[in-house]
Antibody, heavy 119, light 106 residues
Framework: EVQLVQSGAEVKKPGESLKISCKGS????????IGWVRQMPGKGLEWMGIIYPGDSDTRYSPSFQGQVTISADKSISTAYLQWSSLKASDTAMYYC????????????WGQGTLVTVSS | SYELTQPLSVSVALGQTARITCGGNNIGSKNVHWYQQKPGQAPVLVIYRDSNRPSGIPERFSGSNSGNTATLTISRAQAGDEADYYC?????????FGGGTKLTVL
């Protein structure tokens, strides 16, 4: 079964750093792009960026370029999303999702990681 | 940047047909995908490439795409279909989501 399992919920203070993870299993992790999507409380889906774990080719949405860093460690089939200095406005649910092979849709999705930033 | 427009909400009577639209400039030339998100859950792909259903998705879910509008159609709507629905396209190396539509089954 193809699965993406994300790390657990985080509570952080403004200015702190954070790295959340997304572990793939049941498929060749290096052959599929992994995307990250933000969902702020009560709001819709926002695409943040995407990485190809095979060679770490990474693309960012213009809205998130410079705000976050996407990376991957193919040796442990895990993609990451990280912040160097969190803001209260980063409070959201974050999902990773696998892009279909040669396709533009995303399936499956991880269960989500809730990040809460509060002083 | 490319924009996708969805109605904020759609209501349908139990057992009837719901249609959720997704508008975009010449969207008919793009591949449109649809996701269902129930409260507290991650999105699930229900239609890909305009009209294809992933395995496990009921035949009641169908899609079409032409001109400036793509449509997700849910036949014989059930209470379990209540959810938010998002359309998505890929445009110039960017992923674009519609704003989402809340489906209420009455």
């Amino acid at each position: 079964e193809v699965q993406l399992v994300q790390s657990g919920a985080e509570v952080k203070k403004p200015g702190e750093s954070l790295k959340i993870s997304c572990k793939g299993s049941g498929y060749s992790f290096t052959s599929y792009w992994i995307g990250w999507v933000r969902q702020m409380p009560g709001k819709g889906l926002e695409w943040m960026g995407i990485i190809y774990p095979g060679d770490s080719d990474t693309r960012y949405s213009p809205s998130f370029q410079g705000q976050v860093t996407i990376s991957a460690d193919k040796s442990i089939s895990t993609a990451y999303l990280q912040w160097s200095s969190l803001k209260a406005s980063d409070t959201a649910m974050y999902y990773c999702a696998r892009r279909g092979y040669g396709e533009s849709w995303f399936d499956p999705w991880g269960q989500g990681t809730l990040v809460t930033v509060s002083s | 940047s490319y924009e996708l427009t969805q109605p904020l909400s759609v209501s349908v009577a139990l057992g009837q047909t719901a249609r959720i639209t997704c508008g975009g400039n010449n969207i008919g030339s793009k591949n449109v995908h649809w996701y269902q998100q129930k409260p507290g859950q991650a999105p699930v792909l229900v239609i890909y490439r305009d009209s294809n259903r992933p395995s496990g998705i009921p035949e009641r879910f169908s899609g079409s795409n032409s001109g400036n509008t793509a449509t997700l159609t849910i036949s014989r709507a059930q209470a379990g279909d209540e959810a938010d629905y998002y359309c998505q396209v890929w445009d110039s190396s960017d992923v674009v989501f519609g704003g989402g539509t809340k489906l209420t089954v009455l």
